[in-house]
C-alpha cells in the first residue's frame, strides 16, 4: 500500500538519514530515460519542500541535460534492512554550479568533495512511502574510494581539470549542458 505526503516528515527525514545509497531518475523527451545510484555524503534535506545533492563529475551529465530540459525528478530510497520501506521524492530541479550566485550558500550544506562539479536543489512536489518488502537485505561494507580519489588526482592542476570538461557541453542524447568552469577544492 502506497502514502503520499506533499512534503517531508520528520518520519521521512529520519529515514533518508539513515540511507547510504539513494537513486535519481530523469527524463526528457526524445531522450533516454537516467537512473542513477548516487552514494557517499552527498544529500541533504533543506526543509520539508527542499533538498539538495553534491554531484560529482563521472560517466555523464544526464541529469543536468533533463532537468534544464524538463525539470522533474525522481530520488528513491529503500532500506536493505528493518523494517522495510521504500520512500520517493517528487520534484522539480535545477543545477547550481560553483559560477552561479547562489552556489557559496547552497555549497554550505555540503562537505566539498574532489570532482563536485554541481549541486542539483529540488522543490519537492510530493512524497510517496511504499512498503519495499521485495527489497533483499543487505548490508553496506563501505564506500568505494575510487571516484573521489580519481578527482583528487586530477585535481592537482586546477586549470587542466576545467580543460579537460570544456568541451562536455552535450549530453549523451545531444541535449545542451551547462559546463562547471571553475575546480571546487576541498577547502572551498
Not at 539513515?18 to 533543506?46: M, W
Not at 520501506?85 to 547550481?96: C, E, H, K, P, Q
Not at 585535481?155 to 575546480?183: F, H, N
Request: aromatic share 10%; glycine share 6%; proline share 5%.
Amino acid at each position: 500500500m502506497a502514502d503520499f505526503f506533499d512534503h517531508l516528515t520528520e518520519e521521512h527525514i529520519a529515514f533518508i538519514t539513515r540511507q547510504p545509497v539513494f537513486f535519481v531518475a530523469t527524463a526528457a523527451a526524445d531522450a533516454r530515460i537516467n537512473l542513477s545510484p548516487k552514494g557517499y555524503d552527498s544529500f541533504r534535506v533543506l526543509g520539508p519542500k527542499r533538498v539538495a545533492y553534491l554531484d560529482l563529475g563521472g560517466s555523464g551529465n544526464e541529469t543536468h541535460a533533463h532537468l534544464a530540459a524538463d525539470g522533474r525528478i525522481t530520488l528513491m530510497f529503500c532500506a536493505f534492512d528493518n523494517p522495510a520501506l521504500i520512500f520517493r521524492i517528487y520534484g522539480y530541479g535545477r543545477a547550481v554550479l560553483p559560477q552561479d550566485a547562489d552556489w557559496k550558500a547552497l555549497a554550505a550544506h555540503f562537505t566539498i568533495l574532489p570532482g563536485t562539479r554541481q549541486i542539483f536543489d529540488i522543490t519537492v512536489e510530493s512524497t510517496q512511502t511504499s512498503c519495499g518488502w521485495g527489497v533483499p537485505h543487505m548490508t553496506l561494507e563501505r564506500e568505494r574510494p575510487t571516484l573521489v580519489k580519481y578527482h583528487r588526482q586530477a585535481g592537482t592542476d586546477p586549470s587542466a581539470w576545467v580543460k579537460r570538461r570544456a568541451d562536455r557541453t552535450r549530453s549523451i542524447d545531444g541535449l545542451p549542458i551547462r559546463v562547471t568552469d571553475r575546480y571546487v577544492s576541498e577547502d572551498a
